[in-house]
């Protein structure tokens, strides 16, 4: 598999339940020339989860980065907070097939996984189809449309729901 440089830079981060895995998956980018940037942890002792997964969703919602990767444990925590960011689009994608309808479907710009729940062979094939999918546009386009609009009902705009 061929990753298309198109998909750089990307940031990453995690927790310490996830550190080993981010290492494995920081590897396997720099393997295949692409760029990244770490914004931690960088050990095993425990940190707060939610300060590093607000670190990626910022960049990616303010489009300062395309495309992120998250671990935590399981994946979930890390998942809720990216969600929380406008703009982002943060799959939890502990298989394949998630991985590629995440890209397919939801225009996905953050990959989350967790680094207790997944090794690390399938978190590196993961990391392929997630940056190799295309999004397909058309309906798919339209309903990312229709959710994000509830973004802007917390902003206190009138949306059509």
Known sequence: MSISPRHTPIIIGCDHAAYPLKEKVKAHLIKKAID???????????????????KVAAQV?????DRGILLCGTGLGMSMVANKFP?????????????????RHNN?????????????ALA????????????EGGRHQERIDH???????????????
Request: aromatic fraction near 10%; hydrophobic fraction near 45%; include cysteine.
């Open 36 to 54: 990244m940037v770490d914004v931690g942890t960088d050990s095993e002792i425990s940190v707060d989860y939610t300060c590093f997964g607000a």
């Open 108 to 120: 996905a710009n953050i990959l989350v996984m967790g680094g207790r729940v997944i090794g690390e």
């Open 124 to 135: 590196v094939e993961i990391v392929n189809v997630w940056l190799e999918t295309p999004f």
């Open 61 to 65: 919602s303010t489009g300062r980065f």
């Open 87 to 103: 703009h982002v689009r943060a799959g939890l994608c502990n298989d394949l097939f998630s991985a590629i309808m995440s890209r």
């Open 147 to 161: 959710f994000e609009s509830f973004e802007r009902i917390e902003q206190g705009l009138k949306v059509k729901i």
